[in-house]
């Protein structure tokens, strides 16, 4: 242990010098343990202060650990801790800077509100220092302000006419979003950010959103644009993954000129178009896919910086095969001697082992669920932690790499390989995909609970995403699904959205075998379990679905499985409207249960006819953008 004039030192060391400091916890804790089993004599160096624990009631065994781990004991509270620092050096007692560049100076606000604002949000610089890197942009870095004040990016044909439609928008009071769509690997995010980095050279006031989440209430933030002098505009890449928050502050939002402009890939449209309802949008969808003039500008970029292996191919053969192409794809092949991409996964997954392979595979379907990826310490959980750690390195042929969004998660380094990666195991192995979802489930489930759910934190997205049915077990391991859910009840079962899926999954095996009736049956008892689990919309909408399903299979039970379908749609529809963003699900159970009932004979009462007109009102209302919807909703018009 430090004795404590060595320790005084130690905080002299501690403001100029990065230190480890430890405090609300223990060495026993498995994060901690973790960290601890990496540290070594390599890491630990005599020439920078020790690591820190702060524990104000140490014990013996308190002692000795720190003293095996070379952390410096610091017998006392946070606060007391702290408060030293703030002794030894004032400054640090007030850290806020105001360097009127956070693009709130001006408007009175607290410095503390001001810097968690920060934390979420950072004001694009309108003429950052130019530092030209393209090697480093080209070999898979994210783009920074920095490389777009040097022009590493090529230029997009499709910019000036996507600008001008934003700009546009933005005159507009009644349209508050601009969405733009496309492909995963077409180049989104960099040109979200050339848009950006444009803007912000003018009069407007540019803010790029790049947090987990709000350390403000959305009302807070709302208060806070709705106060910027000017016009303002606030980008969103990933926006599925934001969706509820930027439908909360756009609820709140009273100033006619701000925009919020995001970006999502086209998968993922369908869970907009069904959930951001209530607010007109503005979307430009598939514009970025190479055109001839990119194509010879990104072949052209690389051969200038030795990054080319295709200098031999001729330039109509190689326009043939990329123009129309994603820009991620382009660049993949011309540094793989233009091999398809399907045979670039293949050669590079021949120079792996099985479990780099498998290790590769599972971080590409977490940032497939999420497109941050999954944390560092989830990984140190899987059957092969050290897998991990030489796909981290510079030496692997699947590399693996820290997210430029926050460097505790891991990411593929190209994100086109591991999203082609799925794709193949899907076609060829779909056993070890089913062990990739299994082995990822296991690793977050630990980590969610209801409040966890509640908030949205990456882990929760991630098992949602890996439990949903129709979206994702569907489409990559749909033959081993039944396995799957079996495997994830030991795990999730408390949870209601796992019964949903269940119920969904039993209720699609029924269409695929309408004469087995016990598959009915199993899908509106798992509906039930999730009511059980937790009285919420969506299950009590899974419910109404299978029971309609039941009462078109038995017509003489129509009238009782109706009364009963019923009451689960007015439940979940008055539970459902208390929401700031409402789907089109709901909707389309009911208007579409609805008309089977009236086709098999049944009368509506005249309350029922009176609520069944006002949700056709409100789906009206609400703008939900579902062609399904449309069409049921014409019907029942027609009928009733």
């Known amino acids: 242990m430090v004795r404590r004039n060595s320790w005084m030192l130690t905080l002299s060391q501690l403001i100029r010098t990065d230190t480890f400091v430890v405090a609300g916890t223990s060495f026993d804790e498995i994060d901690v343990e973790y960290y601890l089993e990496q540290r070594s004599q390599k890491t630990i160096r005599g020439d920078v202060p020790p690591s820190i624990l702060i524990e104000p009631f140490p014990d013996r065994l308190t002692e000795s650990l720190c003293m095996n781990h070379e952390f410096c004991l610091f017998k006392g509270t946070v606060h007391q801790f702290f408060a030293e620092l703030e ?119 540019v803010f790029w959103y790049s947090g987990f989440g709000f350390e403000l209430e959305v009302s807070e933030i709302a208060n806070m644009l709705n106060s910027v002098g000017g016009r303002l505009i606030v980008f969103f890449d990933n926006f599925a993954d934001n969706l509820n928050s930027v439908a909360l502050i756009l609820k709140n939002i009273t100033k006619g000129d701000v925009l919020f402009v995001c970006a999502e890939r086209d998968y993922r449209l369908t869970y907009i178009e069904n959930s951001f309802t209530g607010h007109n949008y503005h979307q430009v969808k598939d514009v970025l896919n190479l055109t001839t003039k990119e194509a010879r500008a990104l072949r052209a970029v690389h051969e200038e910086h030795g990054l080319s292996t295709i200098k031999s191919t001729p330039d109509h053969a190689y326009l043939l095969q990329v ?30 082992d ?27 959980t899987i059957s092969f932690p050290d897998a991990i750690e030489h796909l981290l390195s510079d030496s692997s042929s699947l590399p693996l790499k820290y997210s430029d969004h926050d460097a505790s998660f891991v990411v593929p380094r190209q994100a086109i390989i591991g999203d082609r990666m799925l794709e193949i195991k899907k076609k060829h192995s779909g056993k070890e995909l089913l062990r990739a979802f299994c082995e990822l489930a296991a690793g977050v489930a630990p980590r969610v609970n209801p409040e966890t759910i509640k908030r949205k934190t990456p882990e929760a997205q991630i098992l949602g995403r890996l439990m949903d049915y129709d979206n994702n077990v569907k489409r990559f391991i749909d033959d081993h699904a039944e396995e799957y859910y079996t495997a994830l009840k030991p795990l999730c079962d408390w949870n209601a959205r796992y019964w949903e899926q269940m119920s969904l999954l039993k209720l699609e095996r029924f269409f695929a075998s309408p004469d087995d009736r016990l598959l009915l049956d199993e899908s509106i008892q798992h509906a039930r379990s999730a009511i059980s689990a937790q009285v919420h919309p969506f299950s009590l909408t899974t419910l109404a679905k299978v029971l309609f399903q039941a009462m078109e299979k038995s017509p003489a039970n129509r009238d009782e499985y109706f009364g009963e379908v019923w009451d689960s749609i007015s439940e979940a529809n008055r539970r459902e409207s208390r929401w700031s963003n409402r789907g089109a699900t709901v909707f389309v159970v009911c208007f579409g249960g609805v008309l089977s009932y009236l086709t098999m004979g049944g009368q509506l009462s005249g309350e029922q006819y009176e609520f069944l007109r006002d949700m056709v009102s409100e789906s009206h209302s609400l703008k939900i953008r579902d062609k399904w919807l449309f069409s049921l909703r014409k019907r029942l018009a027609d009928e009733l």
């Open 87 to 205: 002794e030894l050096d004032s400054r640090i007692s007030k850290p806020w800077v105001d360097n009127e560049n956070d693009g709130l100076a001006g408007l009175g606000l607290a410095d503390a509100a001001r810097l968690r604002f920060s934390a979420s949000f950072d004001v694009v610089p309108d003429e950052p220092a130019p530092i030209p890197n393209p090697a480093r942009f080209l070999l898979g870095s994210e783009l920074n302000w920095s490389m777009l004040g040097a022009n590493t990016d090529i230029p997009r044909d499709v910019f000036s006419e996507v600008r001008k439609q934003i700009l546009d928008t933005l005159t507009n009071p009644n349209i508050h979003l601009f969405l733009l769509i496309d492909e995963a690997g077409s180049g989104k995010t960099a040109f979200l950010k050339r848009l950006a980095f444009d803007l912000s050279r003018g009069t407007d006031v």
């Open 323 to 352: 123009v129309g192409k994603t820009i991620s794809e382009a660049t993949c092949r011309i540094k793989n001697n233009f091999k398809t991409l399907d045979k670039i996964v293949q050669d590079l997954a021949t120079e792996c």
């Open 354 to 380: 099985r479990d780099e392979i498998f290790a590769y595979l599972l971080v590409s379907l977490a940032r497939y669920c999420y497109s941050t990826g999954v944390r560092r310490h989830v990984l140190s």
